[in-house]
């Protein structure tokens, strides 16, 4: 059974950084042909869920869309099954809920892994909060 667990949210000042961690059971993050997409999305009361970045398992590919270019990054540990979501220079606008969601969709086109509709696993979202 997938699942799929955020740690990391939290409080922090405009300007800080924050980790986010997604831990996932029930399938393996090492690289094999049999990989998952696992992807990070934000999402505001009133608002779509919002794709920030993705990963494959598979090769390691990874998206960035919207505000996360430049400023977020994705890693994976395959050791501890864990997809990681480093976020610097927070904006009061990346206030938000965060979830991390897995799809076995291994080959749509890039831009596609942002669309929530396209995940089959979330986790139960972790809260942002960030402080002018």
């Known amino acids: 059974q997938v699942r799929l667990v955020e740690f990391g949210g939290g409080l922090v000042q405009a300007g800080g950084s924050l980790r986010l961690s997604c831990v996932a059971s029930g399938f393996t993050l090492e690289a094999n042909e049999l990989g998952y997409v696992i992807g990070w999305f934000r999402q505001v009361p009133g608002k779509e869920r919002e794709g920030i970045s993705a990963i494959s398992s598979r090769d390691g590919s990874s998206w960035y869309w919207n505000s996360a270019k430049g400023r977020f990054t994705i890693s994976r540990d395959s050791a501890k099954n864990t997809v990681y979501l480093e976020m610097n220079s927070l904006k009061p606008e990346d206030t938000a809920d965060y979830y991390c969601?897995?799809?076995?969709?291994?080959?749509?086109?890039?831009?596609?892994?942002?669309?929530?509709?396209?995940?089959?696993?979330w986790g139960q979202g972790t809260q942002v909060t960030v402080s002018s």
């Open positions: 969601a897995a799809t076995h969709k291994l080959f749509l086109d890039d831009d596609n892994y942002a669309y929530a509709r396209e995940y089959e696993y």
